[in-house]
């Protein structure tokens, strides 16, 4: 994975355990081969009033105009911010709207192909935070185009598994320390 200016080796994957394919917990933490040192860390997001907050999604895939088919042939990999809206809320995920033009903000943008796991922040006072992992977006108008108006894009929502990433950090961490002992 790429970090910062770094590529780093993948040593273990933990995988949410309610995890299924096309479900509502994909979401998952990557145990790096070496420490990330010259990158900090984006604390979760706790609190559990994401509705109607802006968010601040980044994607690093396909380029292209909202409503238009995302182009390979415009894919530099370079990471792209946008702005959008917690529009609806599920036990698990996040909603924004991708919205028409008339009700957008010049900053709007949408996920695309390579966006995947991608980050939604959410600004506080106390600063940045995590609050979502981007993993589909869902044809909500059901007129057979991804990524338009009045679709929407859902993200893992990070306050609901807060819990689970600190434990399974701590139950990572415990695990590595103790095959560390047993080696000496």
């Known amino acids: 994975v790429r970090i910062g200016a770094r590529e780093y080796a993948v040593a273990r994957v933990v995988v949410h355990p309610d995890w299924k394919p ?10 790096l081969k070496t420490a990330v040192s010259d990158v900090d860390p984006t604390p979760v997001y706790r609190a559990t009033d994401e509705a109607g907050k802006a968010l601040v999604i980044v994607g690093s895939g396909y380029t292209g105009k909202i409503g238009e088919k995302p182009s390979k042939e415009k894919w530099d990999r370079k990471a792209r911010a946008a702005i959008n809206t917690v529009d609806k809320l599920g036990p698990r995920t996040l909603f924004l709207r991708i919205k028409n033009a008339e009700e ?6 949408a996920a695309a192909p390579g966006d995947s796991g991608g980050p939604a922040y959410i600004q506080t006072g106390e600063g940045l935070f995590v609050a979502g992992i981007g993993y589909v977006t869902d044809d909500s108008n059901a007129n057979g185009i991804v990524g338009d108006a009045g679709d929407s894009e859902v993200y893992a929502r990070v306050s609901t598994f807060a819990d689970w990433i600190e434990k399974a950090m701590y139950a ?13």
């Not at 990572?172 to 000496?184: D, P, S, T």
């Open 172 to 184: 990572v961490a415990r695990e590595e320390a103790e095959a560390l002992l047993g080696e000496k």
């Open 104 to 109: 957008a903000s010049d900053l709007q943008g």
């Open 22 to 31: 096309k479900g509502h917990s994909d979401i998952a933490l990557l145990l």
